[in-house]
C-alpha cells in the first residue's frame, strides 16, 4: 500500500512488472458552489464505478474498460465527446477548476496533445479560474511543465498556456519577455523561444531523450538572454556578471517550482557554459577540461538546440560532440592503461609486526 493523498496498492508480478490498482472512489461532501473556498484537500472516500466517473476532471478521461467482456462503460458521454474531439469537464467547470486547478493545465494539455477542442463554458472557465493555479501544489504543476516537455507536443501546449493567461500565472517572468520581439529569432518576429520548443517537440518524436534540466533551462534562456541584451547596452560587465545573473533569475524561480537542488544547480552551470560553444574546439587544456565539467552535457545539448532553432552554429555543435567522443575515448585509455598498470605491479611486501614473544598470542 503506498500514497499519502490516495491509498493505492501495487500489485508486484514475478517478472519485474507492476500493476497500480485503486478503489473507486466518490466525493466525501456534497460541493457548495456558493463556498468561498471549494480546493479539493481530501478524495479517499470509497463509492461506485458510476460515482467515480462523475468526480474524474474530464468526460474523455472518465471511460471505463470491462476486462470480463471487454466493454467500454461510459457513465458521462466520453465516447461522443472522444468522437468529436472535444475536452470537456464533467460537471460544472469552475467548480471543477476550483476543486483542483491543476485541472485547467491538463485541459490545456490533453487538448494540445490530441488536437482537440477545449468547449466554450471549459475555456471560458480557464480564463476565468486561471489564477486559482497558486494555490496548487508546485511539484504538481511543475510535473504537468515536465510532462509537455517531454511529450513532444510543448509548443501548441506552451502557445496555449499563453493565450488563456495560464503562463502569466505560471511564470510572469518569462511571459513578460514573450511579449517582446526577439531579434534571434530566425524569422525576425515572435521569440526564439517557441522555435526552440518546435525543435524539442521534433527531436522527442525522433526518440531522443533530455535531461530535466536542459528541459526546464529553456524557461530560464529566454530571461537571462534578455537582460544579456540589456547589459549590453551600457558598460562591460563585470567578469563575474553572467554567474551572478543567473543566480538571481534561476534561484527564486526554482524556489516557487520546487525543482530539486541539483536541478537547479546544473540549469545555472548548463546556462553559464553553454555560451563557451560559439567558437571550434582547441588543443589547449582548459578546452579539454572543459569536456569533464558535469555540466558540459546538458550545456552543448541547450547549445545545439539553439544553434537548431536559429541556424546559426550547427557546425559547431557537431564540432564540440566529436571533439567530447576522442576526450571521453581518451580518458576511458589512459583509465584502463591505469588499471592494468596496477594489476600488473608486484604486491607491496607485508610488514612484519613488532612485539615481544608471549606478547598478544593468539589462540590456535
Same mark, same amino acid.
Given at each position: 500500500m503506498i500514497g499519502?493523498?490516495? %491509498? !493505492? $496498492?501495487h500489485i508486484l508480478f514475478a517478472n519485474g512488472k507492476v500493476v497500480e490498482v485503486a478503489? +473507486?472512489?466518490? %466525493? &466525501?461532501? &456534497?460541493?457548495? /458552489?456558493?463556498? &468561498?473556498? #471549494? !480546493?479539493m484537500t481530501s478524495d479517499n472516500t470509497f463509492g461506485t464505478a458510476r460515482e467515480?466517473? !462523475?468526480?474524474?476532471? +474530464?468526460t474523455i478521461n472518465g471511460l471505463f474498460y470491462d476486462i470480463a467482456d471487454f466493454s467500454v462503460i461510459d457513465y458521462v458521454g466520453g465516447l461522443e465527446d472522444l468522437e468529436a474531439g472535444l475536452v470537456r469537464t464533467i460537471?460544472? /467547470?469552475q467548480i471543477r477548476f476550483r476543486e483542483d486547478p491543476v485541472r485547467m493545465m491538463r485541459a490545456v494539455e490533453f487538448a494540445s496533445r490530441l488536437g482537440f477542442a477545449i468547449t466554450p463554458d471549459s475555456y471560458e472557465a480557464i480564463l476565468e479560474c486561471r489564477k486559482e493555479i497558486v494555490k496548487s501544489a508546485p511539484p504538481r504543476v511543475t510535473e504537468e511543465l515536465l510532462q509537455s516537455l517531454k511529450g513532444g507536443h510543448a509548443l501548441p501546449t506552451f502557445l496555449l498556456l499563453?493565450?488563456?493567461g495560464l503562463l502569466d500565472v505560471l511564470m510572469p517572468e518569462l511571459a513578460d519577455v514573450l511579449r517582446e520581439i526577439d531579434p534571434d529569432h530566425p524569422h525576425g518576429t515572435g521569440h526564439l523561444f517557441w522555435a526552440l520548443l518546435d525543435v524539442?517537440? $521534433?527531436e522527442r518524436r525522433r526518440g531522443r531523450a533530455f535531461d530535466d534540466a536542459v528541459l526546464f533551462a529553456? +524557461?530560464? !534562456? /529566454? #530571461? $537571462?538572454r534578455a537582460h544579456?541584451?540589456?547589459?549590453a547596452r551600457g558598460a562591460d560587465p563585470d567578469p563575474g556578471f553572467l554567474s551572478t545573473l543567473l543566480e538571481d533569475i534561476v534561484s527564486p524561480i526554482a524556489l516557487r517550482m520546487s525543482l530539486p537542488h541539483a536541478v537547479s544547480q546544473r540549469i545555472k552551470q548548463a546556462l553559464a557554459l553553454a555560451g563557451r560553444f560559439s567558437h571550434r574546439p582547441d588543443a589547449r587544456v582548459a578546452t579539454r577540461r572543459l569536456v569533464f565539467r558535469e555540466a558540459f552535457p546538458a550545456a552543448l545539448d541547450i547549445f545545439e538546440l539553439g544553434a537548431m532553432a536559429t541556424g546559426v552554429g550547427e557546425e559547431h555543435a557537431a564540432q564540440w560532440r566529436a571533439f567530447s567522443s576522442r576526450a571521453e575515448k581518451s580518458r576511458e585509455s589512459l583509465e584502463m592503461e591505469a588499471r592494468a598498470e596496477r594489476d600488473a605491479a608486484p604486491p607491496p611486501p607485508r610488514r612484519r609486526r613488532r612485539g615481544g614473544r608471549g606478547r598478544g598470542k593468539r589462540p590456535v
Open positions: 499519502r493523498r490516495f %491509498r !493505492l $496498492a478503489t +473507486f472512489r466518490r %466525493r &466525501p461532501d &456534497p460541493v457548495d /458552489p456558493n463556498a &468561498p473556498e #471549494i !480546493l467515480d466517473a !462523475l468526480r474524474r476532471d +474530464f460537471g460544472d /467547470p499563453r493565450e488563456v524539442v517537440d $521534433a529553456l +524557461f530560464f !534562456l /529566454p #530571461i $537571462a544579456v541584451r540589456e547589459a
